[in-house]
Every structure is written in structure tokens, then in C-alpha cells.
């Protein structure tokens, strides 16, 4: 029996299916790590950058203390992705397991919680006894009906731990060499300057692609991540004048 759970809004025009009117967001949120990996590189080395040049470092200092920052940050951001991947991975399919258990040894209390979590939803009479009806009727239905709304959980695609830890260190990689390669082809000051100017066009721009993917205004997205950015990399430049004044 096919329930039409969503009624006279789910079905098809004339012309053929609706066109739906929201963005499509995958299990895969790639944008979501580019964006923590290249802002936290980016920020990071900006930050260590100003903190150099306040407290007085020479160039070489500056240069070699950013590209070794750069790798040693790329190769942590990219373990921390690889670890919490790792364990959102496990706690799911410890889940599962869970859930499967519970299924095989006590049906009766798993389908009173699932007619429960449709009521909730606003089903009830002879449709919420199909729909629970339909969802128990098959296993993997129900457990995924469970581990999805229930438990709000999602499982990890295969490959998503080499993915997302790959991702994040290539983004935080590149977020650590924007504002560094003009200090290998400039002079300190106009080095320094196109560095800001590069860090704030990149972080601004992340910020409007950001508004137009998901949600939100796109100038006050992007003006909220060069300001969230630049000042986070401000502080870097307030200890290194610290450091410089009291070693004066």
C-alpha cells in the first residue's frame, strides 16, 4: 500500500513534477570542512604573521616560522578531521548495532516508541497505524527510520574519513599560503598590505558562497567573516607587540 504522507504538496503538476523550491544540502559537506580547514589556516597564519613583524622579526624569521606553521597545522587539522570522522563513524555503527539488538529482542517496545515519534509528528487513526505498519514491516526501513529520526544520527559513506581529512588539510594548507607567498616576492610593507588585502578578499568571498549555498544575506555574511577573521588575526599582532615591549 503506498500512504501518501505528504498529500496534495508532494504530488505532480500537469506539466510534470514541482520544482522544489529549497537547496539540496548532501551527507557530504564538503563546503563545511573547505571552510574550517582554509579559514583556520588563513586566520592562524595571518595572525602569526602580524605577531612576527610587531615583535620585530626579520623576514627570514617570518617566512620560515610561517611555512613550517603551515605544514605542521595542515597535517593537525587533517588528523583532527580524520579522527572525528573516525569516531562519528564508530558511535553509528555501535548504534546500529544497538538498535538492532533491541529490534530482534524486543519489537513490541521499538514499534510503541516509533508510533510514539509519528504522533509527535502529528499522525494519528488509521494513518499512523499504516504508516507504522509500513515502516516495521521492513527491517532496514525501520532501522534506519530510527538511527535518522529518532536519533538524528547519519552514517558515514564510505571513504568519508580519507575524504574529509584530505579535504581539511589541503583547505588549511592553501588558507596558510595566501597570506604568506607575498612575502617571498615583496618587501615587507606592500608584502604585508597585499597580504591583508588577499586574506579579507578570500574570506569575504568564502563568506558570500557561503549565503548563496546555504542561507543568508550574502554582503553580511561576507563582512562578518573579514571581520571574525582579521580580528582574530589582530590578536596575534597585539601579543607580539606585548612581547616586543617587555623584552625592550
Do not use: C
Not at 504530488?11 to 539540496?24: D, F, I
Not at 571574525?228 to 601579543?239: C, E, K, N, P, R
Amino acid at each position: 500500500m503506498l500512504i501518501d504522507l505528504e498529500g496534495s504538496a508532494g504530488r505532480q503538476t500537469r506539466s510534470g513534477p514541482r520544482p522544489s523550491r529549497h537547496r539540496h544540502i548532501g551527507g557530504t559537506d564538503w563546503l563545511r570542512d573547505v571552510i574550517l580547514g582554509g579559514q583556520d589556516g588563513l586566520v592562524n597564519i595571518l595572525g602569526i604573521i602580524l605577531g612576527v613583524m610587531a615583535a620585530g622579526g626579520s623576514e627570514a624569521v617570518l617566512v620560515i616560522t610561517g611555512f613550517a606553521a603551515a605544514i605542521t597545522e595542515s597535517i593537525s587539522m587533517g588528523a583532527v578531521g580524520y579522527s572525528s570522522t573516525v569516531a562519528d563513524r564508530d558511535y553509528y555503527n555501535a548504534q546500529r548495532m544497538a538498535e538492532q539488538t533491541s529490534i530482534r529482542e524486543d519489537p513490541d517496545m521499538e514499534r510503541a516508541e516509533l508510533r510514539r515519534l509519528y504522533e509527535q509528528k502529528g499522525f494519528s487513526g488509521r494513518l499512523l497505524d499504516e504508516v507504522v505498519t509500513t515502516v516495521t514491516g521492513d527491517r532496514e526501513k525501520w532501522l534506519a527510520t530510527i538511527l535518522g529520526e529518532e536519533r538524528h544520527l547519519e552514517p558515514v559513506p564510505p571513504g568519508e574519513v580519507a575524504r574529509r581529512s584530505g579535504v581539511i588539510t589541503i583547505a588549511t594548507l592553501a588558507g596558510h599560503l595566501i597570506p604568506l607567498l607575498p612575502f617571498l616576492f615583496l618587501n615587507r610593507t606592500p608584502a604585508l598590505l597585499l597580504a591583508i588585502a588577499l586574506s579579507a578578499l578570500v574570506l569575504f568571498g568564502v563568506g558570500v558562497y557561503s549565503a548563496v549555498t546555504r542561507v543568508g544575506t550574502w554582503w553580511k555574511i561576507g563582512t562578518k567573516m573579514v571581520a571574525i577573521g582579521l580580528g582574530a588575526a589582530a590578536i596575534g599582532f597585539l601579543i607580539g607587540r606585548i612581547f616586543n615591549a617587555g623584552v625592550a
